[in-house]
Nanobody, 124 residues
């Protein structure tokens, strides 16, 4: 069991940057696969990026080269650095976790622990 809480969302102009954070309350945080997901109004939830316990990461094609996911296992935190933001990045962003030896999937249904989300709005 793990509780997750996101922060760092807000409004930014196109081309700007934001850094999202996720705090996890779990003694076993280091064993979790962690991911960032997003959902815009009228669209399906999509995976943005994930990272395993060793720091190996996977990104959606739409954010490669712009977003960077990272984690600090000692502090039980997860981060998403978002650069070169565009209006299409506007969405509610969620931190998610799963206890799994594999962390190569951005399919949201494989994650069973979720934060409440933080809103990111990018204006043109």
């Amino acid at each position: 069991q793990v509780q997750l809480a996101e922060s760092g969302g807000g409004s930014v102009q196109s081309g700007g940057s934001l850094r999202l954070s996720c705090a996890a309350s779990s003694y076993s945080y280091s064993r979790y696969c962690m991911g960032w997901f997003r959902q815009a109004p009228g669209k399906e939830r999509e995976g943005v990026a994930n990272i395993d316990r060793y720091g190996s990461s996977t990104y959606a094609d739409s954010v490669k080269g712009r977003f960077t996911i990272s984690r600090d296992n000692a502090k039980n935190t997860l981060a998403l650095q978002m650069n070169s933001l565009a209006p299409d990045d506007t969405a509610m962003y969620y931190c998610a976790a799963k206890a799994s030896p594999l962390c190569n999937s951005l399919w949201w249904m494989t994650y069973n622990y979720w934060g409440q989300g933080t809103q990111v709005t990018v204006s043109s």
